[in-house]
């Protein structure tokens, strides 16, 4: 199994970025995934969790802004981000609580 996540960048606060996570799975399969970042000198943080039944979870700084979803037809899975922040700047992670994916990078000025 392996995810694998892409979409970061720099960007100026208040723009947006998508990121997405392709998650290499048997056909049909769905795995609650969940976003984590971590910012330079800080430790792994929750972001966002989209479970099975499409319930979702929102760390509270990124309500409002963020949105979770998932296309199972291509088993992929995206954060989109809106209103960014300085303090959003970190590497992101997708994980499905088993495996981590390797990060993208987002920084915000």
């Known amino acids: 199994v392996q995810l694998v996540e892409s979409g970061g960048g720099s960007v100026q606060a208040g723009e947006s970025l998508k990121l997405s996570c392709r998650h290499s799975?048997?056909?049909?399969?769905?795995?609650?995934i969940a976003w984590y970042r971590q910012a330079p000198g800080k430790e792994r943080e929750f972001v966002s969790r989209?479970?099975?039944?499409?319930?979702?979870t929102y760390e509270e700084s990124v309500k409002g802004r963020f949105t979770i979803s998932r296309d199972n037809a291509k088993n992929t899975y995206y954060l989109e981000m809106n209103s960014l922040k300085s303090e959003d700047t970190a590497l992101y992670f997708c994980?499905?609580?088993?495996?981590w994916g390797q990060g993208t990078q987002v920084t915000v000025s």
């Open positions: 994980t499905n609580f088993t495996h």
């Open positions: 989209i479970a099975k039944d499409d319930t979702t």
């Open positions: 799975t048997y056909a049909g399969c769905t795995y609650d």
